[in-house]
């Protein structure tokens, strides 16, 4: 990976002057030594969702050592985004060919910032006023569109079906698309007021044993092997899932949330509400889904932005309390299950497989949001790893992004060629992933980047429910293994110890 660039720079920017800009007609600023501070537009991003947070900056650059988008791109700086968003610069920051779109959503400015910024919350404000404007990249639009036509960002079909039928999987359930894009609309301000025809008690909710199961749509859709592992597996353990019924996509946290930060929220809020409904917390197994969720139960907590969400979720007479906690399966495992029971479940010790594993950057970070383990040194996958009798083994480049989020093309490639590269290195013979969104980066996308530098990785992995159930005893050939493109057979070995 390349050296992160020296910053902070060696010389403070100047402070802006904070004249109001006269503006020309075509837009352009005047010229002279002033600079001349656009309060409009600041106070238009102000309006977005955490749109207002830039203020705070004092130009530190903390946030740019460990931007993977700066470290791989000359183009892209988040200091520089900061000061270019106090100065209102909107030609720099909305154009055509905005560099917003190299940010990967790694979160690793929000973890770095002194001044609690969160320069990626207001690249994505920003990115929220280019969708305004019309000039959202066009992958980003793809998926959004979906997810408007069908409440999914990765649609059930026959197809999908059939293949959730092999592993004794319900079809994918319907999700109530009028009642989705009812939340979209911002609704009228002279209207009448909206009607709620239903209150949600809230329950407590206090156990560990039993819960609401938000499966998101990577994992039903593509992944139903997936599923099917996590259904077994927690069975195996005591734990009962019970589906949510009318859930729809989390939204997403990259795509949907660079759209519209206020209806992303909304949509999360309507999901968790169905969890408030049936008294329980609510267990994902992704981690972009942790995210949003988890990001929702802690913006919620601020009434302003509470207010404006119930009243979209009123028109649908839906209602959110704030009730409903959010743990991503491999927490349930750590903290409700317990490594000693995990352990004692196993009838295949994994003994002498190194296991390479990667963390993704959603289910750590923010760490004051998803409170799941130190971002910086955490244990959690080694522990679950351990408890299946292998022996974890950490990667040099094991913090780095797997770039999805990115919308261009050399950077991520060369992301995940750094990330292959550095698997490679520790000999590991598998790699074990806990979200279905690194897992396609590192199966389907390796192909890819081995096409695109001519280099064979051959690198096998696996999410950590799959490894799990293998290690509980269920075959090889039942866990959809075959499907990888690169197969774990190295758990062959382990057959005949069951
Ligand atoms: S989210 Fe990651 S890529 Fe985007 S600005 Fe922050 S550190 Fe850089
Ligand atoms: S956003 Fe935060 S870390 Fe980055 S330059 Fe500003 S104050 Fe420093």
Same mark, same amino acid.
């Given at each position: 990976?390349?050296?992160?660039?020296?910053?902070?720079?060696?010389?403070?920017?100047?402070?802006?002057?904070?004249?109001?800009?006269?503006?020309?007609?075509?837009?352009?600023?005047?010229?002279?030594?002033?600079?001349?501070?656009?309060?409009?537009?600041?106070?238009?991003?102000?309006?977005?969702?955490?749109?207002?947070?830039?203020?705070?900056?004092?130009?530190?650059?903390?946030?740019?050592?460990?931007?993977?988008?700066?470290?791989?791109?000359?183009?892209?700086?988040?200091?520089?985004?900061?000061?270019?968003?106090?100065?209102?610069?909107?030609?720099?920051?909305?154009?055509?060919?905005?560099?917003?779109?190299?940010?990967?959503?790694?979160?690793?400015?929000?973890?770095?910032?002194?001044? %609690?910024?969160? =320069?990626?919350? +207001?690249?994505?404000?920003?990115?929220?006023?280019?969708?305004?404007?019309? &000039? @959202?990249? /066009?992958?980003?639009?793809?998926?959004?569109?979906?997810?408007?036509?069908?409440?999914?960002?990765?649609?059930?079909?026959?197809?999908?079906?059939?293949?959730?039928?092999?592993?004794?999987?319900?079809?994918?359930?319907?999700?109530?698309?009028?009642?989705?894009?009812?939340?979209?609309?911002?609704?009228?301000?002279?209207?009448?007021?909206?009607?709620?025809?239903? %209150?949600?008690? =809230?329950?407590? +909710?206090?156990?560990?044993?039993?819960?609401?199961?938000?499966?998101?749509? &990577? @994992?039903? /859709?593509?992944?139903?092997?997936?599923?099917?592992?996590?259904?077994?597996?927690?069975?195996?353990?005591?734990?009962?899932?019970?589906?949510?019924?009318?859930?729809?996509?989390?939204?997403?946290?990259?795509?949907?949330?660079?759209?519209?930060?206020?209806?992303?929220?909304?949509?999360?809020?309507?999901?968790?509400?169905?969890?408030?409904?049936?008294?329980?917390?609510?267990?994902?197994?992704?981690?972009?889904?942790?995210?949003?969720?988890?990001?929702?139960?802690?913006?919620?907590?601020?009434?302003?932005?509470?207010?404006?969400?119930?009243?979209?979720?009123?028109?649908?007479?839906?209602?959110?309390?704030?009730?409903?906690?959010?743990?991503?399966?491999?927490?349930?495992?750590?903290?409700?299950?317990?490594?000693?029971?995990?352990?004692?479940?196993?009838?295949?010790?994994?003994?002498?497989?190194?296991?390479?594993?990667?963390?993704?950057?959603?289910?750590?970070?923010?760490?004051?949001?998803?409170?799941?383990?130190?971002?910086?040194?955490?244990?959690?996958?080694?522990?679950?790893?351990?408890?299946?009798?292998?022996?974890?083994?950490?990667?040099?480049?094991?913090?780095?992004?797997?770039?999805?989020?990115?919308?261009?093309?050399?950077?991520?490639?060369?992301?995940?060629?750094?990330?292959?590269?550095?698997?490679?290195?520790?000999?590991?013979?598998?790699?074990?992933?806990?979200?279905?969104?690194?897992?396609?980066?590192?199966?389907?996308?390796?192909?890819?980047?081995?096409?695109?530098?001519?280099?064979?990785?051959?690198?096998?992995?696996?999410?950590?429910?799959?490894?799990?159930?293998?290690?509980?005893?269920?075959?090889?050939?039942?866990?959809?293994?075959?499907?990888?493109?690169?197969?774990?057979?190295?758990?062959?070995?382990?057959?005949?110890?069951?």
């Amino acid at each position: 990976m390349p050296a992160p660039k020296p910053e902070p720079a060696s010389k403070p920017e100047p402070a802006p002057k904070t004249e109001d800009t006269p503006k020309s007609e075509d837009g352009a600023r005047p010229e002279g030594d002033v600079v001349h501070v656009d309060f409009e537009f600041r106070r238009e991003l102000a309006k977005k969702v955490e749109g207002n947070l830039a203020n705070f900056c004092y130009q530190c650059g903390a946030c740019v050592g460990d931007c993977p988008a700066a470290i791989y791109s000359d183009k892209f700086n988040p200091r520089e985004i900061m000061l270019q968003v106090l100065y209102g610069l909107e030609p720099e920051l909305l154009g055509e060919e905005s560099v917003l779109w190299l940010c990967t959503n790694c979160y690793n400015c929000h973890e770095r910032c002194p001044q %609690e910024v969160k =320069p990626v919350e +207001v690249i994505l404000s920003l990115k929220n006023m280019l969708a305004d404007r019309g &000039l @959202i990249s /066009a992958g980003v639009e793809r998926v959004i569109k979906t997810f408007e036509t069908t409440g999914r960002t990765v649609p059930a079909s026959t197809a999908v079906d059939r293949q959730r039928e092999k592993f004794g999987l319900s079809p994918m359930p319907a999700v109530p698309v009028d009642e989705i894009r009812t939340l979209l609309e911002e609704p009228p301000e002279d209207g009448p007021d909206p009607v709620v025809e239903k %209150e949600i008690s =809230p329950h407590p +909710v206090t156990r560990t044993d039993r819960f609401a199961f938000f499966p998101g749509c &990577l @994992i039903p /859709a593509r992944y139903p092997a997936m599923e099917k592992a996590i259904r077994r597996t927690l069975e195996t353990l005591g734990v009962k899932l019970v589906d949510m019924e009318g859930a729809s996509c989390c939204p997403d946290p990259i795509y949907f949330k660079s759209k519209d930060k206020l209806s992303w929220l909304t949509v999360a809020a309507r999901n968790l509400s169905l969890a408030e409904e049936l008294g329980l917390d609510v267990v994902t197994n992704c981690s972009g889904c942790t995210a949003t969720l988890s990001e929702a139960w802690h913006l919620l907590h601020d009434s302003e932005l509470l207010e404006k969400v119930d009243r979209r979720l009123r028109r649908i007479g839906r209602r959110y309390h704030g009730t409903t906690r959010v743990r991503h399966v491999a927490t349930v495992l750590r903290d409700c299950i317990g490594i000693g029971r995990i352990r004692d479940s196993v009838v295949r010790p994994l003994e002498g497989l190194q296991i390479a594993i990667h963390y993704g950057c959603h289910l750590l970070k923010p760490s004051a949001v998803m409170r799941v383990d130190d971002p910086n040194d955490p244990r959690m996958m080694e522990d679950l790893v351990g408890a299946l009798g292998a022996e974890p083994v950490r990667h040099h480049n094991w913090h780095l992004c797997c770039g999805k989020a990115c919308q261009e093309e050399d950077l991520p490639a060369n992301m995940m060629r750094d990330l292959l590269t550095s698997v490679r290195e520790e000999d590991a013979e598998l790699l074990c992933l806990i979200c279905p969104t690194c897992f396609g980066q590192f199966d389907h996308g390796q192909m890819k980047i081995a096409q695109r530098f001519e280099e064979d990785f051959h690198i096998p992995s696996i999410y950590y429910m799959q490894l799990l159930a293998f290690a509980q005893g269920v075959p090889y050939d039942e866990l959809g293994l075959e499907r990888h493109r690169f197969k774990p057979e190295c758990l062959r070995r382990f057959e005949k110890s069951a």
